[in-house]
């Protein structure tokens, strides 16, 4: 895998140093560079003086925490982060996403399981091929540069948050089940409840305003829509 024409590489922070031996010969053979720090504050360090194509970020390290890296990081960058954590709560897997990981994995995993899911977060971060922008009700979407403004009023959105709008702004007029929402939003392979889901729209809601609740309608018992504009 190749990403604007050049190797692809990843930033693993994790301390667990064999962990690391074992991904970057894994992942290498997968045509994958894997670089290696071992504390949040080595990793944050590595981000600002290095250009990569993803994170590989464990959640519970000595010092600072992966949280509070993830935290750290979406306040500068849109890279995409995959948290590893031996936690397997869906509240943790809520906070990481919160903060703004694209994707969580808990341990123990299979190589083959991180790598499908790796390539995931790098598909769903590369330019999109079709419908570059889009506008419906006061919402306008650039899915290449993956901005969200309401009615000229910049909105920050989660990673999750945003692939959930996009899935419904596509679709508007039409109702999208709970179950389906995740795949219709490329994220298939988040492992995530409905009721996250409805945590997470929520959130949109509040996000974009009175836009937000407006457009945003639970259909009672099957899941969500996008109100049309005059609808």
């Known amino acids: 895998m190749c990403i604007r024409d050049r190797p692809t590489r990843v930033l693993l922070i994790d301390d667990d140093t064999r962990m690391f031996e074992l991904?970057?010969?894994?992942?290498?053979?997968?045509?994958?560079?894997?670089?290696?720090?071992?504390?949040?504050?080595?990793?944050?360090?590595?981000?600002?003086?290095?250009?990569?194509?993803?994170?590989?970020?464990?959640?519970?390290?000595?010092?600072?925490?992966?949280?509070?890296v993830c935290k750290r990081i979406r306040a500068k960058s849109r890279i995409p982060v995959l948290m590893l954590t031996a936690k397997g709560d869906?509240?943790?897997?809520?906070?990481?996403?919160?903060?703004?990981?694209?994707?969580?994995?808990?341990?123990?995993?299979?190589?083959?399981?991180?790598?499908?899911?790796?390539?995931?977060?790098?598909?769903?971060?590369?330019?999109?091929?079709?419908?570059?922008?889009?506008?419906?009700?006061?919402?306008?979407?650039d899915v290449s540069g993956r901005e969200v403004k309401v009615e000229g009023r910049a909105v920050e959105l989660t990673g999750l948050e945003f692939d959930l709008l996009l899935a419904l702004v596509r679709r508007a007029g039409r109702v999208i089940p709970r179950d389906a929402l995740l795949g219709e939003a490329g994220r298939s392979d988040t492992v995530v409840s409905e009721r996250t889901v409805d945590v997470h729209i929520s959130h949109l809601r509040q996000k974009l305003g009175d836009v937000g609740t407006r457009l945003i309608k639970t259909v009672r018992g099957v899941g969500y829509v996008f109100a049309k504009e005059g609808a």
């Open 23 to 68: 991904l970057a010969e894994y992942l290498g053979q997968n045509g994958i560079t894997v670089s290696h720090a071992p504390d949040g504050g080595r990793g944050l360090a590595a981000l600002e003086a290095n250009a990569y194509d993803a994170v590989l970020l464990d959640v519970m390290m000595p010092g600072m925490d992966g949280l509070e």
């Open 90 to 141: 869906e509240t943790d897997r809520v906070v990481g996403l919160e903060l703004g990981a694209d994707d969580y994995l808990p341990k123990p995993f299979g190589p083959r399981e991180l790598l499908a899911r790796l390539r995931a977060v790098l598909r769903r971060a590369q330019p999109a091929a079709v419908a570059d922008r889009l506008e419906s009700s006061g919402v306008s979407i």
